[in-house]
C-alpha cells in the first residue's frame, strides 16, 4: 500500500466536512462511534442530526478518494447491455455498479472505490472492457440509483424480468408460433403489466415503445404532464416478444407487421389496475414495429369549478351553456383536456329533467344520467349514424365526440335550431378560427350564426410544483410582461386611445387582485422529488371563451376572416390563451416559459 493510500486509510471519508466547518472534529468523531454500534451508515446521522447536504458529503468522499463524485440524476435510463449483466443481490452484496459508457471509459460507481478496485471483480466481469472510469458516491444516492436501474425490491425488479427469455426470440423472428409461446412466457407477462402499473404511478398519459432494427435496443418513454420521458432500454431479442404479448392482450393479428393496427385492452383482466389502454402498432423501417399505448381511467366528472377556469371565464361559461338550446364546442389539440371540460359542462346541467345522449370514442368518463354510446366503426357505428338515432330518441342534450364531417356539423346545426342543447369538439386552434373552419365545411351562414352559443378554445400547460419560489421581478420584467398581455389589445377602443394609460390601468388592477406590498410576485420552478427535479407537478387549462353575442354572429353571416372575429371578441371580453396563461402566473399557477409554450399568440 502506498504512503498515500496508507494515510487515507486512517483518516476518515468525512474528514472534509471539518476542514469546510460543517460539522466539529468532536461531532464527527460522535457520529462515527455512534453509526458504528448502531450499524448505521454515518451519512443517515450527519443529514439528519447535522442537517449536512448530500451533495456535500459525495464532496467530502471525492476529495478522500481521490476520484469524481457522481451525484443521482433523475431521468437515468437503465442499460440491459451495462445492468442488465448483474443481478441486483449482487449489486447490494458488492457496493458498485455500472452507470454508463463515456470517453474515458466505462463508468462505475461505488461508494468505497479502494475496496472495490482492491477486489479486482470489476475487470473480470467486464472482460472486454479496457478503461474504467471510477466514480464514488454517497450511500444515500448509491440506494436511489440502485432503486432506479434495478427496481425498489428484490420481487420487482426489472433486471430480473428481463433476463432469460424462455424462447430465444434470435433465431427466428418470423415464428409465429415462437413468437406467441414467447409472448406467453411468465417474465414477459410480468414485465408488461409491470410496464403498465410503472406508468400509471408516475401519472404517465401515453406510452411509446421505439424499437431500433437489427441488433438496436428497445427504448421506452412514457409521457408525463405532456412531456417524453425515458423510462427503460431492453435488449433487441425481446422486441418482437413484447410486441406480441401487447397484441394478444387486445386481440389484434400478431402475423399482420406490414400495417398500422389498433386495438383496446381492459387492463384488469390482466393485471391489479380498472383502466382501459389504447394501443396503435405502427410499422416503422427496418422490420420493427413501434407501439403507443394511452391510459385512460374510468373516472368521475370533474366539478367544473376545478377546471382553473378564471373569475372572468367562469360565469360566462356557466352563463352560457345554461341556454336552453343551442352549440357549444370545445376545441384544441389532441390531449388538451376537450374530453374532460366537456363532462364537466354535462355534469353541470345533468338533471333528472333532462335526457343527456352521448356519442364517444372511447366512453372515458361516465356518470349517472348520462346514456353514452361508444363509437364502433367497425359495426358502421360512427358519429353521423348516432346523431340520427338520438334525434329520434326524444334528447334534451346531445354530445357529439368530435365533428368531423360536413354531415355530423349540419346535423348538430338542425338539432339545436329544433330545441335542442348540443355539445361537440373541434380540432383547431382558436375559438375564432373554429368558427371560420366550420363556415368553410359548408354550413349555411344564417343558420350557423342562429344557431351558435360559444366556443371554447383550451390547452394544458405544466403547473408548478407546491416547492415552488416565489421572486419579485424587475421593474423592465414587468412591463415586457404587461406589453406581451395586452398584445391582443390593441384594436379596442381604451387601448387605441390611451394606450399608456390603459397599460397602467391594467397594471394598478393586477396590483389589487394579486400584489403585496405594494409590489407583483412571480413564481419560478425549484425541484423536489415529489416533481422529480423538474419543478413542475401536473398541468392547468388555460382557456379562451367567445361568446357568440349579436356582434360575432353579424360577422358570421358576413362570412368575416378570422382577424375580425378575433378583434370583435376581445373587445366584447374574450380573453386569448395567452392571457388566461399570464393571469394564472399572477396566481402563482405555471410560469411565462409554459404559457408560450402552449400558446400561439
Sequence with gaps: MSRRSAARAKASPYDALVEDGLVSADELQDCLRRAAAQRRSPEQLLIAEHQVPVARIGAALARHFDVPYEPFQRGRVRSEALQGLLRREFVVEHGWMPLEESPDGLVVVCTDPEQVRAARVVPQVFARTSRFAWRVTTATEFG???????????????????????????????????????????????????????????????????????????????????????????????????VTRLKIMCDLDISERRRPQDGKIRFRRFGPLDIELRVATVPTAGGVEDVVIRLLAAGEPLPLERLNLSPHNLPRLLATVSKPHGLFYVC????????????????????????????EDPVEITHKGLRQVQINRKAGIDFAMLMRAFLRADPDVIMVGESRDEETVSMSVEASLTGHLVFSTLHTNSAPESIVRLLDMGMDPF??????????????????????????????????FVTEYSDALRQTPAWRADRAGASKALYEGWLREHGRQGRLFFHRPRGCERCRDTGYRGRIGLHELLVADDAVRRLIQERARVSEIFETGVRHGMRTLKMDGMEKILLGLTDLSQVRAVCMR
Design 447 to 480: 343558420n350557423f350564426a342562429d344557431a351558435l352559443l360559444g366556443v371554447l378554445a383550451q390547452r394544458l400547460a405544466k403547473r408548478l410544483c407546491e416547492c415552488k419560489e416565489a421572486y419579485a421581478p424587475e421593474a423592465d420584467e414587468v412591463r415586457a
Design 144 to 242: 436511489q440509483m440502485l432503486a432506479q436501474l434495478y427496481g425498489g425490491g428484490e420481487g420487482g425488479a426489472i433486471g430480473d424480468l428481463l433476463t432469460d427469455l424462455s424462447v430465444p426470440l434470435d433465431e427466428d423472428p418470423d415464428n409465429d408460433a415462437l413468437l406467441e409461446s414467447a409472448a406467453a412466457d411468465n417474465e414477459v407477462v410480468k414485465f408488461v403489466n409491470k410496464l403498465v402499473v410503472d406508468a400509471w404511478q408516475q401519472r404517465a398519459s401515453d406510452i411509446h415503445i421505439e424499437p431500433l432494427p437489427g441488433k438496436g435496443k428497445t427504448g421506452i418513454r412514457f409521457r408525463v404532464d405532456g412531456t417524453l420521458m425515458p423510462w427503460l432500454e431492453v435488449p433487441a431479442h425481446f422486441r418482437q416478444a413484447l
Design 332 to 359: 384544441g389539440p389532441t390531449g388538451s383536456g376537450k374530453t374532460t371540460t366537456l363532462h364537466s359542462i354535462l355534469r353541470q346541467i345533468n338533471t333528472p329533467e333532462t335526457k343527456i345522449w352521448t356519442a
